[in-house]
């Protein structure tokens, strides 16, 4: 789960402006694609969601999830399709955008509480936190991170109760904080 600040909630940006008009969405498709792919397809037991200031919330599932590529533009354009649908939603509506990406009207809170009830246990990365290696990690864990900017006090607030973990001690770009979870599931699961 990536906590998005400045991403335009209306989806009216340009795609050759990525860092700048469309809010540094290219932190969000990075995110994206170290989520999901790999050399060749994609991970199939990954769900990513894209809190966007608070309102509304991006989904990609896995199993479902169809177009996505390595370039940041094409993934933006996806983003941007699910923005623009997710204007008009009523509060709690879901609506898919594209095969596998959904939008739903509401935040963080609305979020975390949702991954409660399927028994989703949120684990959020800092690097002030436990090393991850090492760390008991829950069997349907859902890793939370900021995007460029720190998370808000609300958000703080919303996060306090859950296990923080660090995968090192030096701050690093939320995508490379992905790859390396990535990498201690992966080998944990190994053979
Ligand atoms: C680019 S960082 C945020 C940088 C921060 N806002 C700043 O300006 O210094 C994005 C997110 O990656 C995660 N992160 C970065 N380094 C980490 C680390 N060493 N261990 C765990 N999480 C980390 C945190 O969730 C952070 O909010």
Redesign the pocket.
């Known amino acids: 789960m990536v906590v998005s600040h400045t991403v335009p909630l209306d989806g009216e940006f340009s795609l050759s402006d990525l860092p700048g008009g469309a809010g540094r969405i290219d932190v969000l498709c990075r995110a994206a694609g170290d989520a999901f792919l790999l050399s060749h397809g994609i991970r199939k037991d990954v769900a990513l969601h894209f809190v966007v200031r608070d309102q509304v919330t991006i989904s990609l599932w896995g199993p479902r999830l169809r177009h996505l590529n390595p370039d940041e533009r094409s993934t933006a354009a996806l983003l941007r399709e699910a923005l623009r649908a997710g204007r008009d939603l009523p509060p709690g509506a879901e609506r898919e955008a594209t095969p596998g990406i959904t939008v739903r009207s509401g935040g963080l809170a609305a979020l975390l509480a949702h991954l409660q009830g399927e028994g989703i246990e949120p684990v959020?990365?800092?690097?002030r936190?436990e090393p991850l290696r090492g760390v008991p990690i829950p069997r349907q864990p859902a890793f939370?991170?900021?995007?460029?900017?720190?998370?808000t006090p609300e958000e703080e607030e919303l996060l306090a109760p859950y296990p923080k973990?660090?995968?090192?001690?030096?701050?690093?770009?939320?995508h490379q904080?992905i790859t390396l979870v990535h990498n201690e599931l992966d080998l944990r699961g190994a053979p």
């Open positions: 959020v990365l800092d690097e936190g939370v991170l900021s995007d460029h900017r720190d998370f973990v660090s995968v090192g001690p030096l701050v690093l770009q939320g904080c």
